[in-house]
């Protein structure tokens, strides 16, 4: 059997928590190894949401980021204004998607503590929105994900966060493994 490839950018011998594109939003690799590793395992998935923080989306601009893609501010900004088409949003500084504790959601600080509104958090908790169909949730993924030796979690209850998705353990050893075994024998 021939060997498989990862696909460009998401080679394994890269460091997992640099940001890469992924379904055309900004994401640390880890965390798209471990989506792509559902996916070619027969998952279906469309990815919302990844990395706002302003620094990171400004980077990829230009260079596949998908279009219309916000930062927080931006969306904080746009929610604020009353502005069509804008949802409720966390202020900046305050989003799991840009790596801080929202107060809301149980989050940790890199060292493990439980974190505080606003504190950073373990960059394997950054906020991830992806479904399995339009207007679906990560229930599925996360159920996937747990099956297979990832420790995924959606940390809210409420409805409106259905797609929000985070690792509670960083996926980057069991994600190298099983990649890894895709890559020698298709499985």
């Known amino acids: 059997m021939a060997r498989r490839k990862m696909p460009k950018g998401l080679e394994l011998w890269k460091p997992a928590y640099h940001t890469v594109l992924y379904h055309g939003v900004p994401m640390f690799r880890a965390t798209a190894w471990a989506l792509f590793d559902y996916e070619i395992h027969g998952g279906h998935l469309i990815v919302n ?13 230009g260079k596949g980021l998908r279009s219309g893609y916000k930062s927080q501010s931006d969306l904080w900004i746009g929610w604020n ?3 069509p088409g804008f949802m409720p949003a966390n202020p900046p500084g305050f989003s799991s998607h840009e790596g801080y504790a929202d107060g809301i959601g149980r989050f940790h600080t890199p060292s493990g503590a439980v974190a505080r509104r606003g504190q950073e958090i373990a960059k394997f908790e950054w906020g991830t929105d ?3 169909a339009p207007g679906g949730s990560a229930a599925r993924l996360v159920a996937w994900l747990n099956r297979h030796g990832y420790k995924a979690v959606r940390p809210y209850n409420a409805n ?3 797609h929000h998705f985070c690792f509670r353990k960083s996926p980057v050893t069991n994600a190298r493994m099983r990649l890894a075994r895709w890559i020698a024998t298709g499985h």
Not at 49 to 61: L, P, Q, T
């Open 49 to 61: 949401s990844g990395i706002r923080r302003d620094s990171i989306v400004k980077s990829w601009r």
């Open 81 to 83: 204004q009353h502005l």
């Open 130 to 132: 992806a479904v399995d």
């Open 160 to 162: 409106s966060e259905r």
